[in-house]
């Protein structure tokens, strides 16, 4: 590992510690004193509440958003109405080497034969690309999201990627989201309020059952939990 590798490395491991009971807006000034323009949020563009968090401690952050080529109509917009509601923003769109279309020329439809590999064409290469550019990426992970989240710190450092990894409202519960969401008048993707609790890309995603967990929508019927961008 490099020296400014490594460095960032004791940065995220002193701050998992000095930050594990923060606030979103503790965690976020943090980052901001600690990185400068080095920093990228991360949205799917489920809704803006990260979004709007980061803005108010740096309207200009940089906003990541994997186009992957799969999307609803309705996250496009999502995506393009932030553009409007944030103007000093920066979207950052990351795509893949092949487009979509060239991608099911070759490989065929991977999102249904190999969703694994397709994830990681799609999502986990090009994330990895647009990430060697900062010190530091926030997510909207949140502990409540999934057993595989349950134990999800404020800050830590990512090894896979080579950054330290911000999840400023890992502790919300759903409660909390959804005030923050309602008080603030935050954009959301009108696909939520449609039945789609956990949204990705349209052939692997669909509307959980009454009660279930709200992220079994994704790649339902198969084994796969996790697109590979967090572990």
């Known amino acids: ?18 930050l594990a009971d923060a ?27 990260l979004v709007d968090l980061a803005a108010k401690v740096k309207p200009d952050v940089d906003v990541l958003f994997l186009e992957t080529g799969y999307h609803f109509a309705e996250t496009i917009g999502t995506r393009d109405a932030v553009d409007l509601v944030y103007p000093e923003l920066r979207i950052v769109n990351a795509a893949a080497e092949q487009s979509a279309a060239d991608q099911e020329a070759e490989f065929g439809p991977l999102n249904r034969t190999d969703p694994g590999r397709c994830c990681r064409l799609r999502k ?33 450092w990512d090894e896979r ?21 309602a008080e603030h008048g935050i954009l959301e993707n009108p ?5 789609y609790p956990s949204i990705g890309c349209a052939p692997c995603t669909a509307k959980p059952l009454p ?21």
């Open 1 to 18: 590992m490099s020296g400014i590798k490594e460095d960032l490395r004791v940065v995220a491991q002193a701050a998992q510690v000095e």
């Open 23 to 49: 606030t979103a807006e503790q965690a976020l000034a943090w980052t901001a004193r600690t990185f400068g323009d080095s920093w990228i949020v991360a949205s799917n563009m489920q809704d803006a509440v």
């Open 124 to 156: 986990v290469v090009p994330l990895r690309r647009t990430l060697a550019g900062y010190d530091a990426w926030v997510t909207g992970v949140r502990r409540v999201d999934a057993p595989t989240r349950a134990d999800t710190p404020i800050v830590q």
């Open 161 to 181: 990627n080579g950054l330290v990894k911000v999840n400023p409202i890992a502790s919300w519960s759903d409660d909390e989201f959804n005030g923050y969401l």
């Open 191 to 195: 696909l939520v309020q449609a039945g």
């Open 211 to 231: 009660g279930a967990d709200p992220r079994s929508g994704r790649w339902a019927g198969t084994a796969k939990t996790e697109c590979g961008l967090h572990g």
